[in-house]
């Protein structure tokens, strides 16, 4: 599409232009910019928008210097999903300091800050991802697995140690009956689901992993409403900062 | 001390009016704080002053902006030891993709950086500290092994898997004979250093471990000198940077 450069950089525009308007406002303690983009705004938009915001009012956690905050173990708005994690790890009374916890996934949202908080917990902390060698046996060797990295049901038997604890933060929209099939055993509400609503969200651990692990969250409705209350306490942090300040 | 409060809050001005009047300055491009600081200054002092270092002059790579860069995967100013430990693999022909990388010790300056940088090139990486259960088996498990932690000697052969690369970043002054004595064999020229000087530098590896390692940088003249030439690198794509923008 020729358009494509010049319709881009004015849709960015226009994004930053309210970014920067609600960095001025009095009335808004946070910001949160639904990713992912419009691919038409071009890749460097998201970094683009992103480090535009405000870190005060970062209720994301993704601005640079609140994620060195969050290296440098400082408090700081950090990044919902992870945070999540911790404080349901918390609730539940699963200890972490000194237990091995595995991370597979890297990303900047989930795995690379996950790794961040588990550590400042005092886990041993190890981060996989797809170069990983033998990714069975290393994530075998964890008493708390977290799988962050969108492929529906990756996780199997074979991943988990008997009695781990595994955090599924994988959201994946299955809609092919096949991968339903390998999912779900016949007869499960699940493959009702996919039939009335023409699909189902499934978790990056597959549902087989519940035979052998110590606690698995569910998903949906595990990690994933953590999220929305974490950003919630972000935005609340916020306001109190900005309002003591 | 009475008076300490009063002396403290006068040197961190005074340090802190020096880096400010570096951050203006038209000729000078990097800016490093020698740490650790004066413990007159106060416990929040190291961080008061490199949070207040221009990220432009960070040559550090210690500031939060920083940091968040270097988790981001973004250009950076980034700690000169670590970048300092990839350059010596590389220039070593040593593969990092797909290995196993064991850092044992999580610092600011060393170890979280270090683990970050051997996980984007595609290691996969555990993070180990006083925490960590059967750290030995741990380590023993990494392709490269980095030690962190500032006890002399600490890393022996029972932490190291034949062959593995293992990156000593300890720089520990022994003064005392009996430690000497458990890291040196009779007769060794290091004995005879102890004697003459007071105290010889020893790394947090134990000389032992050069009989089963694949590979092992010396403690000195390891990775204390490319620490400096690192810092070299920064200061020039600081200048670089500024005088291009």
Redesign the interface.
């Known amino acids: 599409m020729k358009a494509g450069p010049a319709l881009s950089s004015g849709l960015l525009a226009d994004v930053l232009a309210v970014v920067r308007r609600l960095n001025r406002s009095a009335t808004h303690d946070g910001i949160l910019v639904q990713s992912p983009l419009p691919a038409a705004m071009g890749d460097a938009a998201e970094r683009t928008v992103f480090d535009t915001i405000d870190p005060a009012k970062d209720v994301d956690g993704f601005?640079?210097?609140?994620?060195?905050?969050?290296?440098?173990n400082?408090a700081a708005l950090t990044a919902c999903t992870p945070a999540g994690v911790i404080e349901l790890l918390d609730r539940s009374g699963i200890e972490i300091?000194?237990r091995?916890a595995v991370v597979i996934g890297?990303s900047?949202i989930v795995g690379?800050p996950m790794?961040?908080m588990l550590?400042h917990r005092?886990a041993?902390?190890?981060?996989?991802?797809s170069?990983?060698?033998d990714l069975p046996a290393?994530a075998r060797s964890a008493d708390i697995l977290v799988a962050a990295i969108g492929r529906a049901g990756f996780v199997t038997r074979e991943f988990v140690k008997p009695g781990a604890t595994v955090i599924d933060v994988g959201m994946n929209r299955v809609d092919d009956e096949a991968t339903a099939r390998r999912l779900f055993p016949a007869g499960s509400p699940r493959l009702d689901q996919l039939a009335k609503k023409g699909s189902v969200l499934v978790g990056d651990v597959h549902p087989e992993v519940a035979d052998i692990a110590g606690a698995l969250t569910p998903v949906p409705g595990g990690v994933g409403p953590l999220t929305i209350a974490l950003l919630m306490r972000n935005t609340l942090a916020a306001a109190e900062t900005r309002h003591a300040g």
């Open positions: 601005s640079p210097v609140n994620v060195g905050y969050l290296v440098q400082r300091a000194g091995h890297r900047d690379k790794a961040l550590l005092d041993t902390v190890t981060i996989c991802h170069r990983t060698r290393v």
